[in-house]
């Protein structure tokens, strides 16, 4: 859905469809739902919402979660910069 792959692109529906499973536990669905509100695709852009779900993602082990979590310490994206936090993940 969020890259229009058999069906039309739709990025609420991706994002509503994310939002459903990463409610139930589905741990890559967090990571698609933070990317989603980190940079507002198909949702209100929200900071604070995407650097929960992506340090929900990583703390059970998701490479991508983890990534994308260092990702923002580097930046300084949602959390303060922090180059240390940022290389430990």
Do not use: M, S, T, W
């Not at 589905?26 to 604070?48: I, K, S, T």
Request: hydrophobic content about 35%; overall charge negative; glycine content about 12%.
């Amino acid at each position: 859905l969020g890259q229009g792959k058999g069906v039309p692109q739709d990025d609420r529906e991706a994002a509503r469809l994310f939002r459903r499973a990463a409610n139930k536990g589905h741990v890559d669905a967090q990571c698609e739902l933070a990317y989603c509100v980190q940079f507002g695709n198909g949702v209100p852009l929200d900071h604070d919402e995407a650097i929960r779900l992506y340090r929900r993602a990583a703390e059970q082990g998701n490479v991508f979660g983890q990534h994308h979590l260092g990702n923002c310490y580097a930046q300084g994206q949602g959390v303060p910069q922090d180059d240390h936090e940022a290389a430990r993940l």
